[in-house]
């Protein structure tokens, strides 16, 4: 991990830079993928499958006698691990709704909003080298609370953990489909596949050129993601051991994840540093990590208040404040997809079981957008009623605001109520 000491606000930006693929290269790949599935849907699938994943597939889905049988493959550990994360996010996220209220703003005219579940949605579980199953309890879960009718569920991985969730959840159907060409059947519909309206979910380079691509036909999805990343802020309350293993626990996502550690002291770098590489000997996926940590920095900064700026202007993923007045800072943090307060709050509970959602903004996009929550899944209708006495007195203000604008049809529609 790369030292700066103390650096200027103007070269902030390029030490805060992420790793950045060719996205151009990339949506140039990805665009004859996502056309031959929408021109030729089951057929393109099976072709991508053997040319991609070496795998000859006739039935895409998965049948409900394989979610069946997954549970009986993992540890009763296991299972029950996960159905105390599923009891946590549930409760989080079922405490997200709200019912509609009628606003009245001003004598007989009333306004409301009210929730609706998005009808179909896909999700999208990476297999990769981790088989994330904690993401399809994350989607999964708000998904059926919202009220989704159709939650499709696409992963080229037959891990039983993500069978087993995907039953939990509630999932109406899975395929098992990856990469880029999933992203594609959920989003223009195949034989198999149904078409979604929005589609979620993280992935490698490919599928996230996917998604953005596919968005600009209109095809919602969740929000621009890429490489996992997480920002520590550490004073000499902290614990060097908690703060390598936090960093640790987002660079073994993959090489192209980065972690951060801001510091006002230079004794906790340096603690931080060497845990950093005590700990690295005893990980299985130690050479991912260690590829990461070589584009990851240290930070030292002069002040709290300078610390709390660069990580403004960082917008991390995670942010972990292992500082003596946690809460204190993280209220003057405006820019973060998830703020993990003090030393016993590692970001791994959050990625697994605490009951927020990990899907989260990365590559600075918290600076204007959310991670997952209730609300992703839902769309807000706003309602209006308006009795006679209310349209003659908002009527007129109508009027004449539309024929400022030259909108006479506009007017027209309130003035032959009010004859």
Not at 247 to 268: C, N, P, R
Not at 293 to 305: A, D, G, N, P, T
Request: with cysteine; aromatic share 6%.
């Amino acid at each position: 991990m790369k030292l700066f000491d103390k650096p200027e606000k103007k070269d902030w930006k390029t030490i805060l830079a992420r790793p950045t693929a060719d996205i151009a290269e990339i949506e140039g790949r990805v665009q004859p993928i996502l056309d031959e599935v929408r021109k030729n849907g089951d057929e393109a699938l099976r072709k991508f499958a053997l040319a991609f994943d070496n795998i000859l597939l006739n039935d895409f889905e998965v049948s409900s006698s394989d979610l069946d049988a997954a549970e009986a493959e993992l540890s009763d550990e296991l299972k029950d691990a996960i159905k105390l994360a599923y009891a946590n996010v549930y409760k989080f996220h079922e405490a997200q709704k709200s019912e509609p209220e009628v606003i009245e703003t001003m004598p007989g005219v009333q306004c409301w909003r009210k929730s609706v579940g998005i009808e179909k949605v896909g999700i999208y579980i990476p297999g990769g080298t981790a088989p994330l199953f904690s993401t399809v309890l994350m989607l999964g879960i708000p998904a059926k609370i919202a009220g989704c009718k159709e939650i499709i569920l696409c992963s080229p991985s037959n891990h039983p953990a993500i069978l087993f969730a995907a039953k939990l959840v509630g999932v109406t159907k899975v395929f098992r489909i990856g990469g880029a060409q999933a992203v594609a059947a959920l989003a223009y519909g195949t034989e198999s596949v149904p078409q979604v309206s929005k589609i979620f979910g993280p992935g490698n380079q490919y599928v996230t050129a996917a998604k953005q691509l596919v968005s600009k036909e209109g095809v919602a999805i969740d929000m621009p993601a890429g490489p996992s990343e997480v920002a520590v802020f550490a004073d000499d309350s902290a614990e060097p051991a908690f703060v390598a293993a936090d960093l640790l626990s987002q660079a073994e996502h993959g090489i192209d994840s980065q972690v951060i550690l801001v510091s006002t002291s230079v004794d906790m770098i340096t603690a931080v540093q060497k845990e950093v590489y005590l700990q690295l000997e005893d990980l299985p996926r130690k050479e991912l990590a260690a590829a990461s940590l070589e584009s990851s920095k240290c930070i030292l900064v002069s002040s709290q208040e300078e610390a709390i700026d660069i990580l403004n202007e960082y917008a991390a993923e995670h942010l972990i404040l292992a500082v003596e007045n946690a809460e204190e800072v993280g209220e003057k943090i405006v820019n973060a997809g998830s703020i993990f307060l003090g030393n016993y709050t590692p970001e791994s509970c959050g990625d697994y079981a605490s009951g927020t959602n990990h899907t989260l903004p990365t590559n600075g996009f918290a600076k204007a957008y959310s991670g997952v929550s209730l609300d992703s899944f839902v769309k807000k209708i706003t309602f209006q009623k308006i009795t006679k006495e209310g349209l003659e007195k908002l009527g007129p203000a109508v009027q004449i605001m539309a024929e400022a604008e030259s909108l006479q049809g506009h007017s027209n529609a309130v003035k032959v109520r009010l004859k």
